[in-house]
């Protein structure tokens, strides 16, 4: 129940499609879900989170969008540019119970075409 | 430009050998997370500190793993004795937990990572 299932493990994208990147939880105590990104030889970073209060987030060209009911995100990616080819982790916290400790998902890397 | 800083970045040694890993988080803040990311098993939480103290250790072999804070300017994570199925990328990070338990969310900012090679 503590997983965070993320598909899919790998992607391929045009320069200036669409990347969509697919989390799902089970735990409904979950209530913050943060995306990291990740370049290689470096560190995760944050890139964008969205607490369940709300359907979808955006910023620039990255968009969370929220399902609730079906206990599902996904990032979009608009406009993919090869800058974007990394690797992107979707995971789930409970702050709220005084924990901030994070369940990743698998990750999943991007590549995006020129 | 505050950031999570780790020591050493590459690190090679012989099986048996012992290796402590070092994380300087950003100043100020109050929680500092250990991780092992591999291919293999992805990003795992070994251990998590709140104020220095530890909150979370379920994910460290016990056995051969230790996780400390000295100061709040020092977390350090040791393997002793080290083995080869121990070689990954290990994480520091920090956060800043709200003094109020259960508002907000601390974002984690993430070190470079140590390297770990077990021969």
């Known amino acids: 129940q503590q997983q965070v299932k993320q598909s899919p493990q790998s992607l391929i994208v045009q320069k200036g499609g669409i990347s969509i990147i697919n989390c799902a939880y089970e735990?409904?105590?979950?209530?913050?879900f943060p995306w990291y990104q990740q370049f290689p030889g470096k560190g995760p970073a944050l890139l964008i989170a969205?607490?369940?209060?709300?359907s979808e987030k955006k910023e620039g060209r990255f968009t969370i969008s929220f399902n609730k009911s079906a206990k599902q995100f996904s990032l979009h990616i608009m406009d993919s540019q090869p800058g974007d080819s990394a690797t992107y982790f979707c995971?789930?916290?409970?702050?709220?119970?005084?924990?901030?400790?994070?369940?990743f998902g698998t990750g999943t890397r991007l590549k995006v075409l020129a | 430009d505050a950031r999570v800083t780790q020591t050493p970045r590459d690190k090679v040694t012989e099986m048996g050998q012992e290796v402590t890993m070092r994380c300087q988080p950003i100043?100020?803040?109050?929680?500092v997370f250990w991780y092992r990311q591999t291919m293999m098993q992805g990003l795992e939480l070994l251990a998590y500190f709140r104020n220095r103290a530890p909150l979370d250790d379920s994910g460290m072999p016990k056995d051969r793993f230790s996780a400390e804070m000295p100061d709040a300017t020092l977390a350090t994570l040791k393997i002793q004795p080290s083995e080869p199925r121990d070689s990954a990328v290990y994480f520091c990070?920090?956060?800043?937990?709200?003094?109020?338990?259960?508002?907000?969310?601390?974002?984690?900012?993430f070190g470079p990572g140590t390297r770990l090679t077990v021969l």
């Open positions: 100043l100020g803040h109050n929680t």
């Open positions: 969205i607490r369940p209060d709300v």
């Open positions: 990070a920090s956060g800043l937990a709200p003094k109020k338990s259960g508002s907000g969310a601390d974002t984690q900012y």
């Open positions: 995971a789930a916290s409970n702050p709220t119970s005084g924990t901030y400790k994070y369940i």
């Open positions: 735990n409904t105590a979950f209530d913050y």
